[in-house]
Every structure is written in C-alpha cells, then in structure tokens.
C-alpha cells in the first residue's frame, strides 16, 4: 500500500523507530544544520522539529538520510532496495491522474498581497559559508511549452528577500532545457514548488536518464502502484499533487540574472558564486498545519546521497543492460556520487573500456572502476585485489575530458581540471594463470565435515568416553 502524503510517512517512521522529533528551541542558523549532521553521521533517524526560533510551522528533516528509510518509502527490503527501484522506475507512466476540485493542499489560500515567503519557509543556512538561506527541498512542476507535458525535479532555490530566490539548474537537468525554451520564446516560466509530498514523489523526481517526455508524477504513480489526485495551480495551468504540504506559485523570469550561491553542495565544497534565474512567488497554498520538508547537503553520508546511489546504480545498470553490455552483473556507486564500479562478464575484449565511453554519457560520472563478474563491486578488499592484479596503467587507464561535477574536481585548481578516467581491472579474454584455491570439489567436502570438523575439544573427549 503506498502512503497518500508525507504525514502518513512521518507516523511509518515513528512507529518503526526511525523518528526523532525535537521540541526544544533550535537556531535555523547553522544549528538545525548541525544537528542533521550529527544525526547522519550517526545513521540516526529522520528528525521532526518542532520549534525552529522564528518559524511557527514544524519541519521534517532527512526522511529518506539511510536507505533502511529509502527502502520503507518502496516497502522492500532493504537488500532488495536497488532491484526494486529499477524495476518500479522502469515502468509506463500511468496514462492520466485525475484532477480534484480542492485538496487537503487548498486549505490555506494567500494570494500575492499577503504573501510572506518568511512565514512559510524557515531561514536555514545549513552550513556557515552558504551564501544564505535555501529552500531545498521542492519539489518543482513546470511545462514543456513544446509538448504541454509537465516536469518535476528537485532544485535549490535560494532565498534572495523578499518573494524572490535563485533557480539553479544547467542542462542537461530537464528544469533547465525547459526554463531555456521559455526564455528563447522571451516568456517567464511558470512554476509550482511542492514542499513536503509523499516520499514517492521524492523518488520518481530523481531517476536519472529520463526522457523529457516523461512526467515524473506520471511515474510516481506508476511506482506507487496507486494513483492520487491533483488539483489546479490557482496561478497558473499547472497541475500539483493534491496531499503535499505548501504549493508556492510563482514564475521564473525570462533574461533575468542574479548571483548565486556559494552553497555547501553535496561534494561537501562549497560552489562558486555564479549568475543564475530568478523566482517571483506570487502566491501560495497550504494545509493547515504544514510540515516543511527539509534535507541537510554536505559530504557523505546525506538524504542526497541515498538518493544519487539508488538511481544511479538502478539507472546506470539499466542503461548498460539495454546498451553496451548485456552481461552486467552489478553496478556498485559509492556514496561519492561520481565513482562507479562496475562488474562484467565479458564477452569481447574491449568491452571494459565501452562500458566506461557510456558511462562518460552521463554527466556526474568522472572515475568508473571495471571488474569480472567474479569481484564483488561492493567489497573494496576484491575490488582493489582486482585493480593490484588484474589493471596495467600503460593499457587500461581511458581518459576523456569534461566530468561534469560540482565542486572543485570540476574547476581549475592547481592546475588540474575535470578528467574522466576509466579503470579496466578485467583479466584478459585469454586469461591469466588459475586462480590458486581449493578444488570446488574439495570445498564442498570440508564444508560437509564443518560441524564434525568443528566440535569443541571437551565435547570429543566426553564422545571417547
Ligand atoms: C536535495 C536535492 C537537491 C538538488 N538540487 C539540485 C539543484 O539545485 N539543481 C539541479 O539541477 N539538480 C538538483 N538536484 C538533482 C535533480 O533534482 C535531479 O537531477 C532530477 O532528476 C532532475 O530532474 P529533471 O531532469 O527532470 O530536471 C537535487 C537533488 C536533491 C535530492
Ligand atoms: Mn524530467
């Protein structure tokens, strides 16, 4: 059964343990951060605050911060986790979800004049240096103006006074290819930002590799398995889910640029100051008591990272499957987000380094390591056993320029700059010498006599006896 909202998660998380929620007074300025990295580092639980200083609403931290809670949002083991999110990512839209005339997201109307973007969503700076306070953890819903079909991924926004904040996105990110065809039409672009939704939303918002025709609340659907309503934007033609927490309306204006940032991404290196788009918000809906969603960036272990793993992992080993490589036996990403390790049964030689030319493609991938289908991509011992023997730097070392990665990997420092480079740490088709263990054969024997093998001394004294 899929969960109809975020509330409904939050009482999952708190029956399973995996709730915290905090009464006291915290600080939105770097404290409500800091307490979110400490629970992360811990594995700790998602956090429910209460009293954020100068915020009357309660904020929902980290929800999905383990993939114990990932795998609860898709109600499969937790082993099971990125199998079962390549098999719910990979299926058809739905064909139509239908549209209600109000929803619990309606309950609260404030149109432009009263509209107080402070009241609505807490100042966090997470972490000291952000250029400011950011809104993180929308989820945003335009329109492809080519194809009337809606889009909606997750962006920071940051909050600039007033009802104004920044909008970063670059190509290849759908938010961006489409935010371009509206300003190349000299038009604002309109948006809904939905903040706090059925953690399903959150998911199908971040498969990776998706058409652009493909409405990621199409797909929710689809992974849930259920579908929900929608209601009218009150602004605009947009259609919004109708069980979130806050809806902002608001347009993204055409020609218009601002500085942005520095924000703590989530390399954990704060990225530049550059010139991005602007929101106006002119109007807002929300329940009555809404819940702000909120999730902490930084160096791994984060929300984020959950979230990059399982994608990518599920996407990259459904892209190499239909493309280069059939025999795929598993694609391992650590918590980095731009290392990949792939494990392959090959069936030519060169086929290692095809695996790496597709996962160049795409554009957060800047190291990718691959191994025969006998190393486990998931146990660094075999994986670096695999690169001491089985890997030649003068032959099986593939660079190629432009890994496209926030932080300073993908800027000029000292010098270097962004260089994507493959490892192949296959044996050749030929092969080497035989690896030196016991004859299965032998095993088996051994394993058979373990338990005979094994009794304690005391207990074989008193058989003799
Ligand atoms: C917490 C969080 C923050 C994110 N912030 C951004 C962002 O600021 N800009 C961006 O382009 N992608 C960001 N992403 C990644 C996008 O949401 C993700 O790539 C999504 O699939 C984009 O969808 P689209 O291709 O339909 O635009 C973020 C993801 C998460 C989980
Ligand atoms: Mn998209």
Redesign the pocket.
């Given at each position: 059964m899929a969960y109809t909202d975020m509330r409904q998660f939050v009482a999952k998380l708190d029956a399973a343990g995996e709730l915290v929620q905090i009464d006291a007074e915290v600080d939105p300025v770097e404290e409500v951060g800091a307490i979110c990295r400490e629970m992360l580092d811990q594995g700790g639980p998602a956090i429910l605050f209460t009293n954020i200083k100068g915020y009357n609403h309660r904020l929902l931290a980290n929800m999905m911060g383990t993939t114990s809670r990932a795998a609860m949002v898709l109600e499969c083991a937790e082993e099971d986790l990125i199998e079962s999110y390549g098999e719910l990512s990979a299926r058809k839209e739905v064909e139509e979800l239908p549209v209600a005339a109000s929803g619990p997201c309606k309950e609260v109307h404030i149109s432009e004049a009263d509209l107080d973007l402070d009241e609505l969503v807490p100042q966090i700076l997470s972490n000291p240096e952000d250029g400011g306070p950011f809104l993180?953890?929308g989820l945003m819903i335009v329109r492809d103006p080519d194809t009337g079909v809606q889009?909606m991924?997750?962006?920071?926004l940051q909050r600039r006074g007033g009802r104004r904040t920044g909008f970063?996105?670059?190509p290849p990110?759908?938010?961006?290819v489409i935010r371009n065809k509206w300003e190349a039409m000299d038009k604002p672009m309109e948006v809904a930002v939905c903040i706090g939704g059925d953690p399903m939303l959150y998911l199908a918002?971040?498969?990776a590799g998706?058409d652009l025709s493909v409405d990621?609340l199409k797909l929710a659907a689809a992974m849930r398995g259920e579908s929900f309503d929608l209601v009218k934007a009150e602004t605009s033609d947009l259609m919004v889910p109708a069980n979130c927490e806050i809806v902002l309306e608001g347009k993204v204006l055409a020609h218009h640029r601002e500085p942005e940032g520095p924000y703590g991404e989530y390399p954990g290196y704060y990225g530049p100051v550059l010139d991005f788009p602007v929101v106006e918000f002119h109007h807002a809906t929300h329940r009555k008591d809404p819940i702000y969603a909120y999730?902490y960036?930084g160096i791994p272990p984060t929300e984020?990272h959950v979230?990059f793993q399982v994608g990518n992992e599920s996407g990259f080993l459904r892209k190499l499957r239909n493309g280069t490589a059939p025999t795929v036996v598993d694609v391992h990403c650590p918590p980095d987000a731009h290392t990949v390790i792939v494990s392959l049964k090959k069936s030519y030689e060169e086929q290692a380094k095809h695996v790496m030319y597709e996962l160049f493609t795409s554009r957060l991938v800047k190291t990718v390591i691959v191994v025969d289908e006998d190393v486990d991509p998931r146990n660094f011992e075999q994986v670096f056993w695999a690169l001491a023997n089985r890997f030649h730097a003068d032959e099986d070392i593939v660079t190629g320029p432009g890994a496209c990665t926030i932080g300073p990997s993908a800027q000029k420092y000292n010098s270097k700059h962004a260089v994507k480079m493959g490892m192949d740490a296959t044996e050749p088709l030929e092969g080497y010498p035989a690896i030196s263990r016991p004859r299965p054969e032998m095993m088996d024997k051994v394993r058979a006599r373990w338990g005979e093998l094994m009794t304690p001394k005391a207990s074989k004294m008193r058989a003799k006896r």
């Open positions: 993180n953890y889009n991924g997750v962006y920071r970063w996105s670059m990110s759908h938010g961006a918002s971040q498969v998706l990621e999730t960036m984020s979230l």
